[in-house]
């Protein structure tokens, strides 16, 4: 599976941004998925996540209530929206299965970068 994401930019704080996760193959639509970020210095982290089929959506406390992430299945697409972008989201956000980390290669990510 190659992932692609696209979307991200330069915001003012408070702004928005919608990411996107572009996948290739079969496989996109029997996996959960999840956003990552991972800004300059820090470990990579996961900030968003999404079952499968779309029903169920877990997100880190630091994003909770800004982010909305979904995903179209027939489009081998997710999405992740940004609200009340903070200074502190600041980051390259990458796209990945949690469970195929290390098998799925990592995008080359899409930088945001969230100006006060």
């Known amino acids: 599976v190659q992932l692609v994401e696209s979307g991200g930019g330069l915001v003012q704080a408070g702004g928005s941004l919608r990411l996107s996760c572009a996948a290739s193959g079969s496989t996109f639509s029997i996996n959960a998925m999840g956003w990552y970020r991972q800004a300059p210095g820090k470990q990579r982290e996961l900030v968003a996540a999404?079952?499968?089929?779309?029903?169920?959506?877990n997100y880190a406390d630091s994003v909770k209530g800004r982010f909305t992430i979904s995903r179209d299945n027939a489009k081998n697409t997710m999405y992740l929206q940004m609200n009340s972008l903070k200074p502190e989201d600041t980051a390259v956000y990458y796209c990945?299965?949690?469970?195929?980390?290390?098998?799925?290669?990592w995008g080359q990510g899409t930088q945001v970068t969230v100006s006060s």
């Open positions: 999404i079952t499968s089929g779309g029903g169920s959506t």
């Open positions: 990945n299965a949690p469970r195929r980390v290390g098998v799925w290669n």
